[in-house]
Each structure stands twice: as structure tokens, then as C-alpha cells.
């Protein structure tokens, strides 16, 4: 029997593989046939992240700014002195995290998918390669977790938001820069993006799920972007839950990553919460691994952990994507108006990508005042 058993080898499971396998005896079972394939990422990651992940994967570009498009063709462009975020190859950060847990002494088992579980007594796991039992269960298995619905199945997130992206072949003058374009026309509840790095660019956008499926809209961002003709290289599609999830705990189990719901709200970026929340998992589970308490009770410091590390940027976060959802296209336009100040575009060039939301309280009280009539005709 094992100590631990870790559903998903994607950089959540991998992490907490990698915490608790250099004191336990720890096997994480992975559906795909090697840990980061299919890629369902933009890449964009800050270097705190890539701290947190504890490896270094291929660095494709570093940004240090964002041009950013308003439906009414006003445009803001925020530009840093220092680096704001990496464009890593996100496949590659996968593969060397479960190459991290596996020298701590955790092991994969590949192409092999979770079915269910009972947690009386022991755990007892069921997967396509066969039962296998353990104290301890870990959700890491992502977007659509079926851990977590083990959980109930009011036990869903908020909401979900669709991507979509492409690699095109096409080499951008401003290289340090992501444009990032809002409004219905592109991205409806959400935003698109083109992250240059050297003769490609990556394209993609994100809708909330009323708007419908995100490829959609990709053809009239192409051509806003001037991208039409662009050679196409790869495509990816994916998930993103948004809001959390009402649990992420339980009797012997915890859930870490998407499976979550440890998402920020207004960037849908998933690494920075998930390797934020890997400490107080493992610091929870030795605790249950000493006292051999493994109780839905035991196991809620968990949920109080992670949300004092990762949880303040979540909640902010998705107050501010609520008042978002509800601006119309000529309210963006009168944000613009507002956030072309230099005194806002001078908090925004400081903006933390990994607290987006920060940036409301660090903004001066007539800015906030000259936003508030916007903001509350969208949350009233
Ligand atoms: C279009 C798009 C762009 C994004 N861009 C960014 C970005 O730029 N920066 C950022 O920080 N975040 C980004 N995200 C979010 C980020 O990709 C996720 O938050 C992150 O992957 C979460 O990691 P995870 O380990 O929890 O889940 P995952 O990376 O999804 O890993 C879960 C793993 O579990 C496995 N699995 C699932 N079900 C089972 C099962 N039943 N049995 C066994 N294994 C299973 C899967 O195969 C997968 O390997 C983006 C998401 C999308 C969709």
C-alpha cells in the first residue's frame, strides 16, 4: 500500500508528488503517456513562478510590457524597466517537474486513467492499470477533475471560460511587448492575446461560456491582428475554471491545481495558486501522515492554508471579473479614457501579474472616483 496517490501528472500533481515523496512512498497515475502533452497553456509565466516550480524550462521570449486594444480603437501601451513575464515552452516545465518528483523518489505511472475511489478505512484507487491503495488521495487532475466531483457534484467551479490558440508563423517588430485586445468583437468576458517570441507568435483568446465556443471569434481577431495569412504551426484549446470550487478537501483526499479551482480570475493563470498552495498541502498531510488522522476535519487546514497563501488575489480577483463581465464595449471605451492617465498608466507599468487585481488599492482616490460610475452602472 502507498503512502499517497496522486491523480494527474501536470505541474500541480507534480509538485505535491515532489513535496511529499521525499518523506513518503508516493505513485502518481498520469491518463496521457508522458506529463505535459497536450498543451493547453499560453506559456506566460512570471519569474516567481518558475521559482516556485523549482526547474528551468526553455525560455522562449521574456516581455516587459502589454499594448493593450479597446474595442473603440483607443490603445494603452505599459511598458516596465524590469521583465514582467517568461514565455516558456509549458510542455517542456511539465516534463522536467515530473522529473523533479521522480529524483525526490515519487513514481509514474503513465497512460493510466483514474476511474473512481472509496476512502473507508484505506483508500482503495481504481484506474484503468488496476486498484491500487494508499492513506491519502491528491486531486491534481485538472480543469474537468473528476476527484473533485468525487466531492459532490455541487462541487463544480463557478464557471468555466474556453480557450483557444494558435503558434503562426510571423515574426513581430516589437518583441518584449503582449498586445492584449478586449471587447465582444474578440473575446467576449475575457481577453485575446499574441505573445511574440522570435519569428512566431502565439495567438489565442478566452469566452466566457454564454458567448459560445471561442474559435469563433478567431477570425475576426486574425484580422484585426493583421494575422490572416499567417502560416499556421499548432493549435490548442482548453478550459479554465473560474471562481473556485465550493470544496477542496475531504476524507482523505485534497484537491491542488485546477482541480481546485486555483485560478486567477482576471489573468486565468493557474500556475502561480497551484505551486503557491503545494506548502500547505504537504505541511497538512505530514501532520495526518503523524497523527495517522486522515478525517474530512483533519484535512480542512488545508483549504485555510492555501487560501491564507493563494486565496486573497482569487476572491479579489473574481470581484473584479464580475464587474468586467458586465461592461459593454462603449464602457470599455470610457475606461480607456480613464486608464490612458498617466497617473493610472504609471500604476499599471508596476502592475504584479500574479496580483493583477492589487492594482485597484494602489490606484489614487480621483482615478477610482472617475472609474466608480462605470463600475457601478456594471454591478448594479
Ligand atoms: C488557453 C489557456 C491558456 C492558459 N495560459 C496560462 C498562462 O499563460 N499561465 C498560467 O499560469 N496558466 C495558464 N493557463 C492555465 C493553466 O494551464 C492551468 O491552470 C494549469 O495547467 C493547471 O495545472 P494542473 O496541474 O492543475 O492541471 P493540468 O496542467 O491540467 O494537469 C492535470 C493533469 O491531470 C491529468 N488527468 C486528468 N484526468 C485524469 C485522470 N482521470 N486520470 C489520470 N490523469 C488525469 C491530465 O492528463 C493532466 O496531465 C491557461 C489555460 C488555458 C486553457
Redesign the pocket.
Known sequence: MRDAVV?????????AAELLARDRDVLV????RE???PV??????TDD?LALSGVRPDILNRLYGANVFFPGGGTISVRSSWPK?NVID?ADL?RRMAWRATDAGAEYRYN????GHTATGNVKVR??GGETGCSLLIG????????AMSLGAGNGPREY?????MDLRKKYDEQDMINIRLGSEVAPGFFSWEIPFGDNVRV?L?TSWPAGPPAVYMKALLKKAGLEDAEVIRK??????LGGRPKTYGERIML?????G???PV????????LKSADALKETAESSFISGDFSEKALSAYEKKWKAAAGREMRNGYRLRNAYLKLRDIDLDRAFSIASRESVRSVLDEINLDRPSSVVSCMRKRDLASLMPILMRALL
Request: charged share 20%; glycine share 20%; aromatic share 6%.
Open positions: 491523480i494527474g501528472g501536470g505541474p500541480a500533481g507534480s509538485k497515475l498520469e491518463e496521457h506529463s505535459g502533452l493547453e497553456c499560453a506559456g506566460l509565466v513562478v513575464a509549458r511539465d493510466d486513467r483514474y476511474i484506474s484503468t491534481a487532475d485538472g480543469h474537468s477533475s473528476s476527484t471560460v474556453r480557450g483557444f490558440q489565442g478566452c490548442y484549446s482548453g478550459k479554465i475554471p491542488i491545481g485546477d482541480a481546485a486555483q485560478v486567477k489573468s486565468g493563470g493557474g500556475l502561480f495558486p497551484a
